[in-house]
Structure formats: C-alpha cells, structure tokens
C-alpha cells in the first residue's frame, strides 16, 4: 500500500470512508450522532495534515489527520481492518511528524487496544466529547 496526501477533490471519498469505519467500530453512536457527526467533520478536512493509504486501483483505504501535537483522526476502511494500514500511518506521524498524542473515544475499544499496544498511555479523560456529547474522551501520549 502506498501513502500519500489526498486533494480536495478527494474529501468525499474520505467521508466516505470515515462513515463506513464509524459504523464498523463506533456502535455506541446512535444513527443521529453518526449524521451530527457526519455533518461536521468535512470541516476538520482542510484545518489538519491529511495523509492517506491507497491500494493498487489508488482507491483510499484508510486516513489520518494531524495537528501539530495530535493525532486528531485516523479511520481505516472495514474491508482493509487488521491489515497494518493504521500503523503505517500512525509511523507517518511519531516518526516524521514527532506526533506523540492522541484522543480516543473511551466506548472505542478496538482503537484504545491498538494505541496502548503502539506504546500509548492513558494520560487523562474528559466525560464529554468537543461537542458536548456523553461520549468519554481518553487522552493518550506516547510512553
């Protein structure tokens, strides 16, 4: 698989994408949260470093956004899960960026199990989501 940076033609491809991996692994949203969601988070799309993994028809298969202290979001298609394609992006960013933080949602325990496995640590928790939802976020850092 290759990586590189999407353009932003490209953004609905990763809503798309960001839509199939919420539905797969984020089962405590209710429909209504996946559309509030779905509605803002184009927004994140051009105010964070977009890096992407392609497959050999160059269809995006996974993708991360960062700031410049965080992991803000990292979704890997459900058809492409457990194939390494997170990790590889998640190198992009402790490797090359020196990116050592991430937010999890605390109900995603797929994603925590593979941030603590990477070497991550729980570091502090807020009992709502940035929109003010019930949705435990974990903060993690880079032991």
């Known amino acids: 698989m290759k990586t590189n940076r999407p353009t932003p033609h490209e953004y609905n491809e990763l809503l798309q994408l960001w839509e199939a991996s919420v539905r797969s692994t984020h089962h405590f949203l209710t429909e209504g949260d996946i559309q509030f969601y779905k509605s803002i988070v184009p927004q994140y799309f051009p105010k964070v470093d977009l890096y992407v993994t392609r ?81 435990p976020i974990l903060h993690l850092q880079l032991a």
């Open 55 to 135: 497959d050999e028809q160059n269809k995006i298969t996974a993708f991360m956004g960062l700031s410049e202290e965080v992991i803000e979001m990292l979704f890997v298609h459900p058809n492409e899960q457990g194939k390494g394609l997170g990790k590889q992006l998640i190198h992009i960013a402790i490797n090359d960026k020196k990116i050592k933080k991430v937010d999890v949602n605390e109900q995603n325990t797929s994603a925590l199990q593979f941030y603590l496995h990477i070497g991550f640590r729980i570091i502090g928790r807020d009992s709502t989501d940035a929109s003010g939802k019930p949705f």
